[in-house]
């Protein structure tokens, strides 16, 4: 498969993480010209050295860190990959200041990210690619997970309007949904036997995701395979949103 991806600039947000850095790895292997994005300036230094990637800090939650680094960079892709997991709470009891974090680093992040990337991206007239990293959440409801499903959901509606707003540039605008990876940001609640059992029991596949399950989509999304796809959310989740 023709991917089109070598020394193409494709930014990836949330590559300290598990999903991001495997993303990154991927593309660094595509012969892409990654800029790796997070706050954990240590894990960005070794990537960078495992990679050959750039590297770039800012926070999801500050429009004016996001806008400092973003503008007037060319880029050809973009990984909204960064993310949070909140709480497992109930509608009824959940805590309003953590769905404020949430939809704030996830939705508002995200949407921040895309704003300042296409202005870029849209100058240059090169057509590009956009990936959001969703969640099987966001398709589903799951117990405990209003506040992070709802994040997600609004990403699933981001990602549909900005493939509609942005498809005359020729940029392509996807999301992915996976199911647990087993990251820091899961396995403290899904590795639970009581919790994840049920899940992984009705799911077809019956097996966690890894980080290079969703990496692999991710960087078809991105790949000149994918140059008639845009505005879906792809399940990458052994079909569990299928049953
Ligand atoms: N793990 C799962 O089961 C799963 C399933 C479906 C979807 N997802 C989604 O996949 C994405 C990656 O998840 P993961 O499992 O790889 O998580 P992870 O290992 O916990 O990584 C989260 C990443 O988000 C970054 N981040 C968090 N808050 C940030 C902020 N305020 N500003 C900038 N960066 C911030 C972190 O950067 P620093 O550490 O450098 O701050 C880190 O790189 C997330 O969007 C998550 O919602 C995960």
């Known amino acids: 498969m023709e991917t089109g991806l070598s ?10 993480g598990g999903i991001g850095a495997a993303t990154v790895k991927l593309l660094a292997i595509e012969g892409a010209d990654v800029i790796a994005a997070g706050r954990n300036q240590k894990r960005l230094t070794e990537l960078a050295d495992e990679t050959g990637c750039r590297t770039l800090s800012f926070d999801l939650t500050s429009e004016d860190e996001i806008k400092s680094a ?5 880029l050809y892709g973009v990984v909204n990959c960064g993310g949070w997991g909140g709480e497992i709470a109930t509608p009824m009891d959940t805590d309003i200041s953590v ?11 995200t949407l921040l990210v895309m704003k300042y990337a296409s202005e870029t991206m849209i100058k240059s007239a090169k057509g590009g690619a956009i990936v959001n990293v ?29 493939a509609l707003e942005l498809g005359k540039h020729n940029i392509r605008v996807n999301a992915v949904n996976p199911t647990v990876v087993m990251t820091p940001m899961s396995e403290w609640y899904w590795g ?34 994918a140059a008639m796809i845009t505005g879906v959310c792809l399940p990458i989740d052994g079909g569990f949103t299928a049953v």
Request: proline share 4%.
């Open 134 to 162: 969703s969640s099987q959440a966001s398709l589903v409801g799951l117990a405990g997970h209003v506040s992070y499903a709802s994040s997600k959901g609004a990403v699933d509606a981001m990602t549909r309007v900005s």
């Open 70 to 74: 973003l503008s007037g960079l060319d």
């Open 7 to 16: 020394t193409r600039p494709i930014l990836v947000t949330g590559a300290t």
């Open 192 to 225: 639970r036997d009581d919790i994840g059992g049920p899940l992984i029991e009705t799911m077809p596949l019956h097996k966690w995701a890894t980080e290079n399950d969703c990496a692999g989509p991710i960087v078809f999304l991105l790949s000149d395979a």
């Open 99 to 109: 769905f404020d974090k949430v939809i704030d680093i996830n939705a508002r992040g």
